[in-house]
């Protein structure tokens, strides 16, 4: 019955009609020489500017530069560039002493070979040996100070013993030297920009790791912490990660192979696909945009999508030639049959990448670019570009004959597989069907809830555990008072005013509340050493450390605090806060507790305003909120695109609730899994939840536009449902399977946040696949009309 319903049968061109069809066939298959020497064109052209492609990471591109806090810290980056974004090296000496003239030697040349890397502000560089760095002592005399290692320092005995006296009267301890006494910090704060252009943090991070291997011979070992280290970390996996990238595409093209049997389709399909993705390199370079470790995954992904759509036409040619049509004839019922669903997947693919863009973050603002051309792309060399191939090589006449018995043998004796999901077409099945999924949803609900925003895991949560970045970060915060993650507090006055008692006093009692929580390892500020200094004053008494409530008395030290304690004006004084680390609840709990001082009526004055936020601690908590506020609207905005392209391809709005449902449920599950694998929503992985549901709506869309064809020619939906499944299930089912196994081998990838979109997406991948073939055919049972098929 199925072949009443299929196209006529012509094997020779001389009988087709080359009027036939819509205008835009017509357009292509009549001047398909021309379409394809274009294509020649454009895949040389841009593929000579794809090898001009760049990897790069610049801080810049990773906040969200907009958010009322980052533009706070920004309109004081001059002061806070101390700490808001610097690479910390702490030098550990192996035989356990610091104080011997070798140590001190070696501290000096990592010393200037940091301070000279492009980059670094050098103003603001900070060791044991930089002059910055002073001692002062009360003595009968009054006071007396200088640097801890000054111009007389020769390396002598005596000259150790008197840097021994001078870390003593320094108070060095946590701060520039470890708590054991074994290691010594070097402080680098980095530049935003050099010559108007944003520090990239890859060449720098693999100039410290070059200084890192060169004196690891030279009796010292380096723990370098940072930001730039975080990125030029992720930029140095990515020649690992484009291993598994490749083992991805090896994958995906034998597995396609073996189903397949066919070399010559096979190869077309990934020649097309690979097409799109050199055009895509191409067309980024032409825009001056580089690559990110975050969209360094796109080009895979628009490779993955593009197998997906070319083994969709091939299966369709491939069975059009099995039935004995010749395959100019065969290319082009393929491309009526399927443009209109593949044309609205890829754009609700694209939309989908698109709507990233609200997600106002440089970073993620460029992956959503890239991948929008990537895909967009691939309406041209799959979605036209591979029938026209197909129309001039065909496929292998033994893969075509394979085919055709398969189908035949199939509809002569059903499939096991096929007759098993025929049953989700029958109410029962259905009914139990649809109940299951509600009860999951529900639990995946209640458990996905609780998913949180930002990282979840000390350290830097890009890395697993045990990789030397995190190694390093233990180690800052085991030994030093301060480690890598850091929130601060900023307090404006009036010009000349920051020093005044009301303003020192509201920063003081703010710094003791937070010294109470757990997860601050201290808050310090002008007011810290303005007590001080009160107590050196009275002969380093401790019983003196405080602030003296006289505004004369705590302006006179104003000259030896600007710097990164006050600005300048003496206009601004920042307060703080090393954390234990920046867990999205850390955050949520300093950032809450401060706002709640901040509000009390007690805590303000006229003469100063309290504002959040600065410090990478800080940035992470802005880039967490505009994470947050994003979510939500991104996900109604890709359903919405994906309701209007399926509404604009069913014309029924029972099948785009089909399409849909399936889709938010794995939305909803997926969630559920990254709270279960304790992963945050974050700038790693919020773009998964678009791809997810941008990519997942392909199965539903060429699933449900078949179906819709057989039910409207007159089967009943059991009947409609198998033939779908002979002509299009097994592709839907290869190309979900493959994609999964694909993404999978990035769970093995050295960055854990490319290992958790691997986890993320093969669970996408799978979960959109089954929905696709049980739950849609389920949902279509109670909701298509009944006009369109009897009751099974």
């Known amino acids: 019955m199925a072949e009443q319903h299929n196209p006529p049968v012509i094997a020779a061109l001389s009988a087709f009609d080359q009027s036939s069809g819509s205008p835009l066939e017509r357009a292509l298959f009549n001047n398909r020489i021309i379409i394809l020497l274009v294509c020649l064109a454009a895949t040389l052209f841009l593929g000579f ?118 870390i003593q009267n320094a108070r060095l301890g946590g701060r520039l030297i470890g708590f054991d006494f074994k290691s010594t910090k070097i402080n680098a704060p980095l530049l935003l920009q050099i010559d108007g252009k944003p520090v990239n943090y890859g060449p720098l991070a693999e100039k410290l790791e070059q200084i890192r291997k060169k004196y690891d011979a030279q009796g010292v ?31 995906t093209c034998a597995v ?12 077309l399909v990934v020649v097309a696909s690979l097409t799109a993705v050199v055009w895509q390199l191409g067309l980024l370079t032409l825009l001056g945009i580089d690559l990110t470790p975050y969209s360094v995954l796109v080009p895979f992904l628009v490779f993955a999508i593009g197998m997906s759509h070319g083994a969709q036409k091939m299966n369709g040619v491939m069975q059009d030639i099995g039935r004995g049509t010749h395959r100019l004839v065969a290319a082009r019922y393929t491309f009526r049959r399927l443009f209109l669903a593949g044309f609205a997947a890829l754009m609700c693919d694209a939309t989908s990448f698109l709507v990233l863009l609200v997600i106002r973050i440089g970073a993620i603002q460029q992956l959503a670019i890239a991948a929008t051309i990537g895909v967009a792309l691939l309406v041209v060399t799959n979605l036209i570009m591979i029938p026209i191939m197909l129309s001039y090589f065909g496929v292998s006449p033994k893969a075509a004959a394979r085919s055709l018995r398969a189908g035949t043998a199939a509809r002569d004796k ?23 999924t509600v009860l999951l949803t529900i639990f995946g609900y209640s458990v996905g809830r609780h998913v949180q925003i930002g990282d979840l895991q000390t350290g830097a949560p890009e890395f697993r555990q045990n990789a030397q970045y995190n190694r390093d970060n233990a180690y800052l915060l085991r030994y030093y008072a301060s480690g890598s993650d850091t929130l601060v507090v900023m307090v404006d006055t009036p010009p000349g005013d920051c020093l005044d008692y009301a303003t020192l006093s509201t920063m003081d009692r703010l710094q003791w509340q937070l010294r109470q929580m757990p997860m601050v390892m ?32 705590l302006n006179l030290p104003q000259h030896a605090l600007t710097g990164p304690l006050m600005d300048f004006p003496c206009s601004f004084v920042p307060i703080y806060v090393p954390l234990a680390n920046h867990k999205a609840a850390t955050l949520s709990a300093v950032v809450n507790a401060i706002s709640t001082f901040i509000e009390n009526p007690v805590n303000q004055g006229p003469g100063y305003k309290i504002s959040l936020l600065a410090g990478n601690a800080g940035i992470d908590y802005a880039t967490n909120l505009v994470v947050a506020q994003a979510d939500s609207i991104m996900l109604l905005l890709i359903y919405g695109v994906v309701i209007i392209f399926c509404f604009a391809a069913f014309r029924s709005w029972r099948a785009v609730l089909c399409a849909v449902i399936p889709l938010a449920i794995t939305s909803i599950l997926v969630q559920a899994l990254m709270v279960w694998l304790h992963i945050g929503i974050k700038v790693a992985t919020l773009p998964v939840l678009a791809l997810g549901v941008g990519i997942g709506v392909d199965y539903a869309l060429y699933v449900l536009s078949i179906l819709l064809g057989f039910l409207r020619s007159g089967m009943d939906l059991s009947q409609a449902y198998y033939e779908t499944l002979l002509s299009t299930g097994k592709i839907v089912l290869l190309t979900g399977f493959t994609l999964a196994i694909g993404v999978s081998t990035w769970i093995f990838a050295p960055i854990k946040f490319q290992a958790d979109m691997g986890l993320l997406l093969s669970f996408m991948f799978l979960w959109n696949m089954l929905g696709a073939m049980i739950l849609l055919p389920a949902l279509a049972c109670f909701l298509l009309p009944a006009r369109l098929f009897e009751s099974a």
């Open 49 to 166: 500017e794809a090898t001009k492609v760049r990897l790069s990471a610049n801080f810049s591109q990773m906040i969200p530069v907009h958010q009322p806090y980052i533009v706070n810290y920004l309109a004081h980056y001059d002061t806070l560039s101390t700490l808001s974004d610097s690479v910390q090296v702490a030098v550990v000496a192996n035989n356990g002493a610091i104080l011997n003239a070798h140590y001190l030697s070696v501290l000096r040349n990592i010393n200037d070979e940091v301070y000279l890397l492009p980059g670094v502000n050098r103003g603001y560089e900070q060791s044991l040996i930089s002059t910055q760095t002073t001692w002062s002592q009360v003595t009968a005399d009054g006071t007396a100070g200088g640097s801890v290692v000054d111009e007389n320092y020769d390396g002598s005995p005596q000259a150790l013993r008197i840097v021994a006296e001078h």
């Open 221 to 251: 070992t380096l723990h370098i912490t940072g930001a730039a280290m975080v990125a030029g970390g992720l930029i140095a996996g990515l020649n690992k990660i484009l291993g598994f990238f490749l083992l991805s595409i090896v994958v």
């Open 256 to 267: 396609l192979l073996w189903y397949t049997r066919c070399i010559r389709s096979a190869a």
């Open 414 to 436: 059903k499939h096991p597989v096929w007759s098993f999901l025929d049953l989700f077409t029958r109410r029962g099945p259905a009914a139990l069907v649809i109940t299951a």
């Open 522 to 553: 201290t808050a310090y500020s002008a007011a810290t050493a303005e007590a001080g200094m009160s107590m050196w004053a009275w002969e380093g008494s401790p019983k003196w450390f405080g602030l003296e409530p006289d505004d004369s008395l």
